[in-house]
């Protein structure tokens, strides 16, 4: 069977199955549908493979509170008992969730040709969603601090994926998340040339002493620290790293700078890495000066202590970056510290998928 992308099976789903079952039972019925947070289909990197586990044909509908109070249950049986055991050549019909060795509720499509269909078909208020996947309410007023506190993966899922019907305006939350306010997004500027500036410096040294496997290290997250500046430079969120690779890919500058990273990381030497990840620093000084957000900095590389390493010297972008931000609670969370976003202090995945932290994470932008 051809494969079909999850989104685009969703649509098809809601179109010819879903949504003409609601029309019969609830004509009039004011309600908005898409697909939208976890997933792989939601970003557009779902494949075949992709398709073993918790992906099949989905939708999402969310419905004011007082509907949904009142017919969520009926909506979820009622599609149970229509819905067709097949669409598109998929199974309608998911496992109940797994548990135990590892499994977190994973569910599987599964055939069947009698009985309800265990649908999902999810019956959500766009408020409940927003609660229990971003750690925020709809109509919460959104701080730097929460900006900061919420992992890019779940910001890019949000407002990607697609709305197939949207009587009420699940849109503007989508778009109001749609990319940082400006002063955050200098905030985080810095702090990604922060971190080039912790390390650039470590790589040579670490070479110079002969550990090629230390310095190798320290080269891997310069690259990596590379490749989270430059989807700020394109006002991109990262997706985390299953498809963070995949999705620098699609960046302009990674016509020029993939295979400049690529080289960095084969490198065996600690004197050849040195001179690729200069190249990279060019580059990443000519993608800051084409923003125009401060002063031209010049030049790209400069000497570090006379020593004979090569560095971007990140310090002189930091400052220029911060003296332009304004906002004064930004202000205080940068003289407080550049530890900079949720993604760019961690990368833990128990800490970044922790919706329940997401308030304390906030708290330390604050004290």
């Not at 110079?208 to 891997?220: N, Q």
């Not at 570090?304 to 002189?316: E, K």
Request: hydrophobic share 45%.
């Amino acid at each position: 069977m051809e494969f079909v992308k999850g989104l685009e099976l969703s649509r098809a789903f809601f179109a010819q199955s879903v949504e003409p079952i609601l029309a019969r039972h609830y004509p009039g019925l004011q309600y908005s549908a898409g697909l939208i947070g976890s997933g792989s289909e939601v970003i557009g990197y779902d494949d075949p493979i992709s398709s073993d586990h918790h992906w099949g044909p989905r939708v999402m509908l969310f419905l004011s509170f007082a509907d949904h109070r009142a017919l969520a249950g009926p909506i979820d049986t009622l599609l149970a008992e229509e819905l067709p055991y097949r669409f598109m050549g998929y199974s309608t019909h998911f496992s109940a969730p797994k548990t135990g060795d590892g499994d977190q509720g994973t569910q599987l499509l599964e055939d069947i040709d009698k009985g309800p269909v265990n649908h999902r078909v999810e019956v959500l208020t766009l408020d409940g969603f927003m609660r229990a996947y971003l750690g925020i309410a709809a109509a919460d007023p959104l701080r730097a601090a929460d900006w900061l506190s919420i992992p890019q993966q779940k910001l890019l899922s949000f407002s990607g994926g697609a709305l197939f019907r949207d009587d009420l305006d699940v849109q503007a939350a989508r778009d109001r998340l749609r990319y940082y306010p400006r002063d955050v997004w200098l905030y985080m500027l810095a702090c990604g040339w922060s971190r080039i500036g912790q390390d650039e410096h470590l790589a040579p040294r670490a070479g110079a002493v002969g550990d090629e496997l230390g310095a190798a290290l320290i080269g891997g997250r310069l690259a990596r620290s590379i490749m989270q500046l430059c989807f700020l430079f394109e006002r991109r969120y990262a997706p985390y790293p299953k498809w963070f690779g995949s999705a620098f890919a699609e960046l302009d500058c990674a016509a020029e700078l993939g295979l400049i990273l690529q080289a960095v990381q084969r490198s065996a030497k600690w004197r050849e890495r040195q001179r690729h990840l200069c190249a990279a620093y060019e580059i990443l000084n000519r993608l800051h000066n084409a923003l125009s957000l401060t002063p031209a900095i010049q030049p790209a590389i400069q000497e570090f202590h006379g020593r004979g390493f090569w560095v971007s010297n990140a310090w002189r972008y930091i400052e220029a970056l911060l003296a332009e931000i304004r906002d004064p609670e930004v202000k205080a969370i940068a003289d407080n510290s550049l530890m900079g976003s949720i993604d760019q202090f961690s990368d833990n995945t128990d800490l970044r998928e922790a919706v329940k932290l997401r308030a304390k994470i906030a708290h330390l932008y604050r004290d």
